[in-house]
Each structure stands twice: as structure tokens, then as C-alpha cells.
């Protein structure tokens, strides 16, 4: 089968729609054919060894841009071009506006070679792949431009199943994270509320947990003599939901799948109607802050540096109630709490990638060889290291090269150096392709970040477990879901204020619950599990 290239020509279309998006011609996906990469005589492209070419090749890269600095006077980029002999020229677009501007990309036919940052959903995946615009990168990885790409799937099945569309074909790289565990933020406790109630275990239950909120109300933990403690606080319950339904055996707001491989669409199950009888409960007893509906993430924040706080959802705690990393060791991360409910509490845990695509080649790409041997260099510890750190001598230093072992370095001209990071490192303040392994940090870890480690794998990790896996729609499933979820995402959000502030009583429950039915719930449940279990059936 001989390989199948397509020009930026080819891919002229007539925009019918600003969201719909069809190129012309015959797609290597329409036809049948899958490009099959040429040999490293045909190409030029080396397997394995720097550079990845004798002659210089220039490719065009579309991305998002944080807007610290010029990609083109990176020192990151520079010297991946020249390790490399690859160069690219640079299409930016601002992060807010990225999302816009990519699928006007895809509309017009006027392709980049690659996408960095892509932020490419499932469905964009899906779409983008089948209409012929992103180049299936399975040949390419399976064929030996990809070899530290194809050992992290052949080590990790799951991975290459997650990020293989209906179709067969992988369309775009995950971001690969082997240390993650959060999901999203966690909750925490205040440790001076802690110390002044005299608490030296923290709750187990729900029950209990509710005693030590009515602890906080009524026995002045911030010792100022005023009523003005805050038990418990959230911004619209969008940041502490998913932790809190934990407590009553729930991976996820929307959809989960169990132990028992049984997939579930979580506001009509009776863990959620648990969920809602304890918030309203909190809520009548004003142990929950009662501008939770109101208040703006600054406001929450005020209110946490003015010690009111006792416990809120923040990526660390010190974000919320001030203070630094060390003082922030004080301030339990909160285990999460046991109901009535059988088996719980369980833990939404991070999947260990993302669920977007941060890396994809389109069909203009004449390099395909070339570039995913580029990419498959961000997979490996020294490209991260030079992506996510920067080049030796800048911010860090080797120990001891073997073990990896770093140390900083003074910033240089001073300053933070997470700013300075962002100048010369275009992975700064979005998702990148590449691959988190603990080793990146060895020797730069803190006692922060060491205390942090021993909180998640003492409190989460052993409840914890990926609510769904990144298992992808066919187009059609993915209308039906999308139109379904629309118009029930408004519903139950709008309910569930309802019911926690007891403008709607919990007696209307199973009215509410008949609702939700008809609006497709149940239907949300079937294309789920019809999705999960051919994702759990691939590879076996």
C-alpha cells in the first residue's frame, strides 16, 4: 500500500457552517486506506539517534500561547531544533480564544502541520480524524518512529485503548501522568479550628462530621469572640460535589462505572439522594455558608485569610487561608467520610491522563515520520526534563545524572521561578503532550510536596479509582448524549439548589427522580455502558 499525502489544496472547502466542517476530496479514512510510514532510506528520518535528520526540515505548528514570551526566542524550542535539525514556525492564538480559532482552522482547510496544546476533545478526535483532517499516528508508532510511545502502551494497555477511536485509529497523544491522584482539588481542613476544638481524630462519618461542623458554629474555634465561623463553604457546590458524593459511594456527578462494571448516571441514584438530604441539613443548620450560591472564588478566599473557614475545597489549603507551603502542612488534607451507604466512601481518582488530545498531525503533514519521532522525544524523561525544567544550567542542575537527581539553581536576575520557567519553556498554563513520572523531581522535591504525597496515599489512594475510563462515543452517540445531557445538566444543577436549600422538599424526590427518567437519564445510563463495555472488551 503506498502512502497517502495530501496537499493544503485538497483540503479547500466551502464553509456551509461555522461549527460544521467537511473537507474535500478523498480522506486516507474515506477510502479505507491508512498511511503507512516510509523507510528511513525513503524518508531520511532516522529510527533512533540525534538529530532525527541530516537536513533541516520546517514545519508549521499551531498551539496555544500563554503570552509570556516569543516561542521563536525560547531556549527550550532552540535547543530542541537544534538536537534535533527540526524547525518549526509558530501559529499562536491566546488560550481564551484557542478554542474558536481552532475550529476555524478546521473549517477553512487552512491546516498547521501539527497541533501542540491541542486540547483536542473526543469528539474533535473523532470528527476531525474520520473527515481525513488528523493522520491516524498508530502506523507511525507501531512502525518504529514512536519507540518510547509504543513501550508506555505495550506496558500500559488501558492507555493505547483509551486513546484509540470507534474507528481503530489514534488521531491525537494523551498527556500521560503516572503520579496523579487528584481528580479534581481536595477538601481540607483548617488546622487552627482543629487545634482549638482540642481534635485529635478527625471524622470518620458522615455523622461525625457533622458534629464537628456544629462544633465549629457554636464554640468560637477563630477565638475573636464572634459567631462569625464558617463550618463549611463552596462556590455553587461545583468544587466540593464530586468529593462529597464520594461519601455515599459515587465516583462522579454525571456517570460512573462501579467495581461491578455497572455504568450509572449519578442524580437519579439514591447515594445522590443521600448527598442532597445531608447538604440540606447542613444548609438549615447553617453549617454550610449560606452565599455558597452567591459568593465568587475571591470572596471564598477573603474569608479563609480572615480564619472563618473550618472546611473548603482548594487545590492547596494555603490558597484559601493564606500562609505558605510549611504552615499549610498543619492543615489536613480531609479523608473522606463514610455513610450509611454500603462500600462507601469511595474516591474519584485521576485516570492517570488526559482525556484531550495534546498532540495531533494533520493531513498536510509531509513529515509524518519526521515529527512523531519529535514528539515521542516529549515522552522520555529527558525531553520532559527539557520541557517542563528547561536546559541544564538555567534552573537546575544535575546531582547525579544516573539517578536523576537535580538541584535548583538561583533564579536568574531573581524573581519567582515559576515566571521565569514560563520564558523559556512554551509548557507553561495549559496541557502538553509528554509523560509525569516521579523521577522529573528527584532532588526538587519539598517537604511540602513530600507531606502531600504521604496525605494521598494514606487518605485516597487506597479508596480511589477512575470514574469512567476515556473511552470514546461513536458521532452518533455523542449527538444523542450531547443533546440529552444539555437540557439535563440544567435540570438537575438547578434542582439540586433547590433541594439543598429547601425551596424544594427532599419529599419530592421521587417526582424529581421520574424527570429526570423521562428527560433521557436512563438513556444516558445505556449509551454509557454501551460505550464502557466496548472500551472493556477492546484488547481482550
Same mark, same amino acid.
Given at each position: 500500500?503506498?502512502?497517502?499525502?495530501? %496537499?493544503?489544496?485538497?483540503? /479547500?472547502?466551502?464553509?456551509?457552517?461555522?461549527?460544521?466542517?467537511?473537507?474535500?476530496?478523498?480522506?486516507?479514512?474515506?477510502?479505507?486506506? @491508512?498511511?503507512?510510514?516510509?523507510?528511513?532510506?525513503?524518508?531520511?528520518?532516522?529510527?533512533?539517534?540525534?538529530?532525527?535528520?541530516?537536513?533541516?526540515?520546517?514545519?508549521?505548528?499551531?498551539?496555544?500561547?500563554?503570552?509570556?514570551?516569543?516561542?521563536?526566542?525560547?531556549?527550550?524550542?532552540?535547543?530542541?531544533?537544534?538536537?534535533?535539525?527540526?524547525?518549526?514556525?509558530?501559529?499562536? @492564538?491566546?488560550?481564551? +480564544?484557542?478554542?474558536?480559532? %481552532?475550529?476555524?482552522?478546521?473549517?477553512?482547510?487552512?491546516?498547521? &502541520?501539527?497541533?501542540?496544546?491541542?486540547?483536542?476533545?473526543?469528539?474533535? #478526535?473523532? @470528527?476531525?480524524?474520520?473527515?481525513?483532517?488528523?493522520?491516524?499516528?498508530? !502506523?507511525?508508532?507501531?512502525?518504529?518512529?514512536?519507540?518510547?510511545?509504543?513501550?508506555?502502551?505495550?506496558?500500559?494497555?488501558?492507555?493505547?485503548?483509551?486513546?484509540?477511536?470507534?474507528?481503530?485509529?489514534?488521531?491525537?497523544?494523551?498527556?500521560?501522568?503516572?503520579?496523579?491522584?487528584?481528580?479534581?482539588?481536595?477538601?481540607?481542613?483548617?488546622?487552627?479550628?482543629? *487545634?482549638?476544638?482540642?481534635?485529635?481524630?478527625?471524622?470518620?462519618?458522615?455523622? $461525625?462530621?457533622?458534629?464537628? /461542623?456544629?462544633?465549629?458554629?457554636? $464554640?468560637?474555634?477563630?477565638?475573636?469572640?464572634?459567631?462569625?465561623?464558617?463550618?463549611?463553604?463552596?462556590?455553587?457546590?461545583?468544587?466540593?460535589?464530586?468529593?462529597?458524593?464520594?461519601?455515599?459511594?459515587?465516583?462522579?456527578?454525571?456517570?460512573?462505572?462501579?467495581?461491578?462494571?455497572?455504568?450509572?448516571? +449519578? !442524580?437519579? #441514584?439514591?447515594?445522590?439522594?443521600?448527598?442532597?438530604?445531608?447538604?440540606?441539613?447542613?444548609?438549615?443548620? *447553617?453549617?454550610? &455558608?449560606?452565599?455558597?450560591?452567591?459568593?465568587?472564588?475571591?470572596? %471564598?478566599?477573603?474569608?479563609?485569610?480572615?480564619?472563618?473557614?473550618?472546611?473548603?475545597?482548594?487545590?492547596?489549603?494555603?490558597?484559601?487561608?493564606?500562609? &505558605?507551603?510549611?504552615?499549610?502542612?498543619?492543615?489536613?488534607?480531609?479523608?473522606?467520610?463514610?455513610? $450509611?451507604?454500603?462500600?462507601?466512601?469511595?474516591?474519584?481518582?485521576?485516570?492517570?491522563?488526559?482525556?484531550?488530545?495534546?498532540?495531533?498531525?494533520?493531513?498536510?503533514? *509531509?513529515?509524518?515520520?519526521?515529527?512523531?519521532?519529535?514528539?515521542?522525544?516529549?515522552? @522520555?524523561?529527558?525531553?520532559?526534563?527539557?520541557?517542563?525544567?528547561?536546559?541544564?544550567?538555567?534552573?537546575?542542575?544535575?546531582?547525579?545524572?544516573?539517578?536523576?537527581?537535580?538541584?535548583?539553581?538561583?533564579?536568574?536576575?531573581?524573581?519567582?521561578?515559576?515566571?521565569?520557567?514560563?520564558?523559556?519553556?512554551?509548557?507553561?498554563?495549559? /496541557?502538553? !503532550?509528554?509523560?509525569?513520572?516521579?523521577?522529573?523531581?528527584?532532588?526538587?522535591?519539598?517537604?511540602?510536596?513530600?507531606?502531600?504525597?504521604?496525605?494521598?496515599?494514606?487518605?485516597?489512594?487506597?479508596?480511589?479509582?477512575?470514574?469512567?475510563?476515556?473511552?470514546?462515543?461513536?458521532?452518533?452517540?455523542?449527538?444523542?448524549?450531547?443533546?440529552?445531557? +444539555?437540557?439535563?445538566?440544567?435540570?438537575?444543577?438547578?434542582?439540586?439548589?433547590?433541594?439543598?436549600?429547601?425551596?424544594?422538599?427532599?419529599?419530592?424526590?421521587?417526582?424529581?427522580?421520574?424527570?429526570?427518567?423521562?428527560?433521557?437519564?436512563?438513556?444516558? #445510563?445505556?449509551?454509557?455502558?454501551?460505550?464502557?463495555?466496548?472500551?472493556?472488551?477492546?484488547?481482550?
Amino acid at each position: 500500500m503506498k502512502r497517502v499525502r495530501k %496537499k493544503s489544496a485538497v483540503l /479547500l472547502s466551502l464553509i456551509l457552517s461555522a461549527s460544521m466542517l467537511a473537507a474535500c476530496g478523498t480522506s486516507p479514512s474515506e477510502s479505507g486506506e @491508512t498511511a503507512e510510514p516510509g523507510t528511513p532510506e525513503e524518508t531520511g528520518v532516522k529510527k533512533e539517534g540525534f538529530p532525527i535528520v541530516d537536513e533541516p526540515i520546517t514545519m508549521t505548528m499551531m498551539s496555544q500561547d500563554a503570552g509570556v514570551a516569543d516561542w521563536s526566542n525560547m531556549p527550550v524550542l532552540q535547543e530542541a531544533e537544534k538536537l534535533t535539525n527540526i524547525k518549526f514556525e509558530y501559529q499562536l @492564538t491566546p488560550i481564551d +480564544s484557542f478554542a474558536t480559532k %481552532k475550529n476555524l482552522v478546521f473549517a477553512s482547510g487552512d491546516l498547521p &502541520d501539527v497541533l501542540y496544546a491541542a486540547d483536542l476533545t473526543p469528539a474533535e #478526535q473523532v @470528527t476531525y480524524g474520520t473527515q481525513g483532517s488528523l493522520i491516524p499516528l498508530e !502506523p507511525y508508532i507501531d512502525g518504529g518512529y514512536a519507540p518510547n510511545i509504543k513501550k508506555l502502551f505495550d506496558e500500559n494497555p488501558d492507555i493505547r485503548k483509551s486513546f484509540t477511536t470507534p474507528d481503530g485509529h489514534i488521531y491525537a497523544l494523551p498527556f500521560i501522568d503516572s503520579a496523579a491522584v487528584w481528580y479534581r482539588s481536595p477538601m481540607w481542613y483548617n488546622g487552627k479550628m482543629l *487545634e482549638a476544638l482540642g481534635v485529635d481524630k478527625l471524622p470518620g462519618t458522615t455523622e $461525625e462530621l457533622y458534629e464537628f /461542623l456544629k462544633r465549629v458554629k457554636t $464554640e468560637d474555634p477563630n477565638g475573636n469572640g464572634q459567631a462569625d465561623e464558617i463550618p463549611l463553604t463552596s462556590v455553587k457546590l461545583d468544587d466540593l460535589r464530586m468529593y462529597f458524593l464520594g461519601f455515599w459511594g459515587m465516583y462522579d456527578p454525571v456517570v460512573y462505572v462501579d467495581k461491578q462494571d455497572q455504568v450509572f448516571y +449519578s !442524580p437519579m #441514584q439514591e447515594g445522590y439522594k443521600g448527598y442532597l438530604e445531608f447538604m440540606n441539613r447542613l444548609w438549615e443548620e *447553617e453549617l454550610l &455558608d449560606h452565599e455558597t450560591f452567591s459568593q465568587t472564588p475571591e470572596q %471564598k478566599k477573603a474569608k479563609g485569610e480572615n480564619n472563618q473557614i473550618a472546611v473548603f475545597n482548594d487545590y492547596y489549603s494555603y490558597f484559601t487561608l493564606g500562609g &505558605d507551603p510549611n504552615d499549610a502542612m498543619n492543615n489536613p488534607l480531609m479523608t473522606p467520610v463514610a455513610s $450509611e451507604i454500603e462500600g462507601s466512601p469511595v474516591y474519584g481518582m485521576h485516570p492517570g491522563l488526559s482525556a484531550n488530545g495534546t498532540f495531533a498531525i494533520t493531513s498536510v503533514n *509531509e513529515h509524518p515520520e519526521a515529527t512523531m519521532r519529535w514528539i515521542d522525544y516529549l515522552y @522520555t524523561i529527558e525531553g520532559q526534563t527539557l520541557f517542563n525544567q528547561g536546559p541544564e544550567g538555567t534552573l537546575w542542575k544535575y546531582t547525579n545524572k544516573d539517578t536523576y537527581e537535580k538541584e535548583w539553581l538561583p533564579v536568574p536576575g531573581g524573581g519567582d521561578r515559576e515566571e521565569y520557567r514560563g520564558t523559556i519553556t512554551p509548557n507553561f498554563g495549559m /496541557l502538553t !503532550p509528554g509523560y509525569n513520572t516521579p523521577e522529573l523531581t528527584n532532588g526538587l522535591r519539598t517537604d511540602f510536596d513530600d507531606w502531600i504525597a504521604k496525605e494521598n496515599e494514606e487518605k485516597l489512594v487506597p479508596i480511589g479509582k477512575a470514574p469512567f475510563p476515556n473511552a470514546y462515543l461513536t458521532n452518533e452517540q455523542q449527538d444523542e448524549a450531547s443533546a440529552l445531557l +444539555s437540557d439535563l445538566n440544567t435540570y438537575v444543577t438547578q434542582m439540586e439548589a433547590k433541594f439543598v436549600t429547601g425551596e424544594e422538599p427532599m419529599s419530592n424526590w421521587d417526582s424529581y427522580v421520574e424527570q429526570v427518567k423521562k428527560m433521557g437519564g436512563e438513556r444516558i #445510563q445505556e449509551i454509557y455502558q454501551e460505550v464502557y463495555d466496548t472500551w472493556n472488551a477492546a484488547g481482550q
